[in-house]
Each structure stands twice: as C-alpha cells, then as structure tokens.
T-cell receptor, first 114, second 114 residues
Framework: AQTVTQSQPEMSVQEAETVTLSCTYD???????LFWYKQPPSRQMILVIR??????QNATENRFSVNFQKAAKSFSLKISDSQLGDAAMYFC???????????FGTGTKLQVIP | KAGVTQTPRYLIKTRGQQVTLSCSPI?????VSWYQQTPGQGLQFLFE???????NKGNFPGRFSGRQFSNSRSEMNVSTLELGDSALYLC?????????????FGEGSRLTVL
C-alpha cells in the first residue's frame, strides 16, 4: 500500500517570491511515480510536474521544480517567482503497480499575496 | 481536442436514492478512473477501467459500482445513497495503460445527499 503525507495544510507566499511545499511518501514498490497536481478554485485539477523514481535527476517544469530524496522518501515542490495564478490546492501523489491508481496526499492550500 | 467531460455537474438526491454519473474521456484515452473528493477524506480512489475491464477498486462498499463502454465512456453508480456520499466525484482519463501517466481530470460532479 502507498501513503502520501502533506504536513502543511496551508501556506502563503509573496508574489515573485519562492515557496516550497513538502511531501513524504511510503511505498513498498521499487518502480513508482510521483506527481504534483494543482487544483485551482472551482477549476479542473492539472498536472504540475512528474518524477519517475528510477531517475535521480530532479524534474523541472519552468518555474516548478522538485527535490526528490529517494532514501528519505521525500518529494517537495519548489515554486519560483510565484504568481497570483499559482494560488490553488496542491496535491502530492504517487502511483505504481502497473495501473492508473493514484494515491493523493491531503493537499496544501497555497495563497499568493500581491 | 475536447477535455474530460462529466455530467451532470451538480445534483441533489435524498437518502436511499441512487445516482448515475457519466464521464467521457479524452478521445483515444482508454483508461478512466474515478475519485471521491471530500473536505475530510481528501481524494479517495474509487476504481479504474481500461478497455471495459475494471482493473482496480478502492476501499468503498459495494453500493459504489461502475462500468466502461466500448467507446471508453464510463459511468459510476451509487445505490442507496447515504449522507456521507455527498462529495465531488472526479473522473480522470489517461492515455497510459500502466501507472505513471498523466491524469486528465474533468470538472467533477458535485453530489449533495439530503
């Protein structure tokens, strides 16, 4: 069984600043994937970034990057140059086992202060 | 390309009734999964279908069921509704047959049980 833990229910960041959202996970699988999804208010959830566990290099997508610490089972998301449009719920998630069954964390609500 | 479409968007039912929710995935996507989102429990995996076969099921009672048609459209049914079934039901599709693929979410069906 997989578990995903997000210990920060809410966070805030000043516009143009950098913020890091924390996530830890647990899995018995050797082959797994990690994700960060963003759910803006009243809008569809979208993928922010994806990491394959067998890749040591941290994934990066424009202003979004991750710090993947496999031994510590940690997968944090860094948002640089925060923008008002980044305000949303952010969910850390994992999947494995050959199926599209994704386990989500409880989410972190990010507020961006102008 | 049209996104994932869920109908109805909102519905109100009373305890004991049943409800059917529909999901049309992105064209070409054969994997469809369903999630229940509530403030208290977060996102919980319900089930996943691939090519009309249920490949995985979450820890929900038998009142929750689903199916997938040959055109990949999917429905989920909840019978004998309980107050605790009030939630946002999210459908997601993927072009991946295995784990690790990006999930594309619909806007959800918000169910209120009175």
């Amino acid at each position: 069984a997989q578990t995903v833990t997000q210990s920060q229910p809410e966070m805030s960041v000043q516009e143009a600043e950098t913020v890091t959202l924390s996530c830890t996970y647990d899995t018995s699988e050797s082959d797994y994937y990690l994700f960060w999804y963003k759910q803006p208010p009243s809008r569809q959830m979208i993928l922010v970034i994806r990491q394959e566990a067998y890749k040591q290099q941290n994934a990066t997508e424009n202003r979004f990057s991750v710090n993947f610490q496999k031994a510590a089972k940690s997968f944090s998301l860094k948002i640089s140059d925060s923008q008002l449009g980044d305000a949303a719920m952010y969910f850390c998630a994992s999947s494995s086992g050959g199926y599209q069954k994704v386990t989500f964390g409880t989410g972190t609500k990010l507020q961006v202060i102008p | 390309k049209a996104g994932v479409t869920q109908t109805p968007r909102y519905l109100i039912k009373t305890r004991g009734q049943q409800v059917t929710l529909s999901c049309s995935p992105i064209s070409g996507h054969r994997s469809v999964s369903w999630y229940q989102q509530t403030p208290g429990q977060g996102l919980q995996f319900l089930f996943e279908y691939f090519s009309e076969t249920q490949r995985n099921k979450g820890n929900f009672p038998g009142r929750f069921s689903g199916r997938q048609f040959s055109n990949s459209r999917s429905e989920m049914n909840v019978s004998t509704l309980e107050l605790g079934d009030s939630a946002l039901y999210l459908c997601a599709s993927s072009s991946f047959s295995g784990s690790g693929g990006e999930l594309f979410f619909g806007e959800g069906s918000r169910l209120t049980v009175l």
